[in-house]
């Protein structure tokens, strides 16, 4: 009985295990990324990078699954180290009143966009439209108010009438 070559004995075979564990970790990583996420589509990717990552080391035997842990962790550390740095950056640029480069954000550009809708308000625009509308509402229920005077007059009069 004669062994097959490395590609049909060991690497197809993780390709494939890793494969099918990063096609399922896309799935639950798109689920859970519109959930918990501001970046979804990001994490969506690194879900299932990670996990086609881990099913196909761990796929190559026990011998190489656990360097492949070992790598992945410090891969994971470094990844996490190099964010925090940046976040850290970040923060210290918005403390020290640096503006943010990323310009408006989403809602503001779909808010000029004409064929939109809605509109951004600054708050003194915001307070007015309030006070309009709170006018409008005093005036609809002293109309109401006038109304339910004259069914009331109108029915004191039909209950005199009745009695004569």
Do not use: C
Not at 60 to 89: E, I, T
């Amino acid at each position: 009985m004669g062994h097959g070559t490395l590609w049909d004995t060991l690497l197809w075979p993780s390709l494939q295990a890793g494969a099918l564990s990063g096609s399922s970790a896309l799935i639950i990583g798109r689920l859970l990324g519109s959930l918990y996420s501001t970046t979804p589509v990001l994490f969506t990717i690194a879900s299932g990078v990670q996990w086609f990552a881990v099913g196909s080391g761990f796929w190559g035997g026990r011998r190489n699954a656990v360097p492949g842990m070992v790598m992945f962790s410090l891969f994971g550390l470094a990844g996490q180290g190099v964010y925090n740095r940046l976040d850290a950056q970040h923060m210290q640029q918005q403390g020290a009143g640096v503006p943010d480069r990323a310009g408006p954000g989403f809602w503001h550009r779909l808010a000029q966009k004409k064929w939109t809708p809605v509109q951004v308000l600054s708050d003194e625009e915001y307070e007015q439209l309030l006070r309009e509308k709170a006018l409008r509402i005093e005036a609809e229920i002293a109309v109401i108010e006038d109304d339910m005077k004259l069914l009331q007059e109108s029915a004191t009069l039909e209950h005199a009438n009745e009695t004569r």
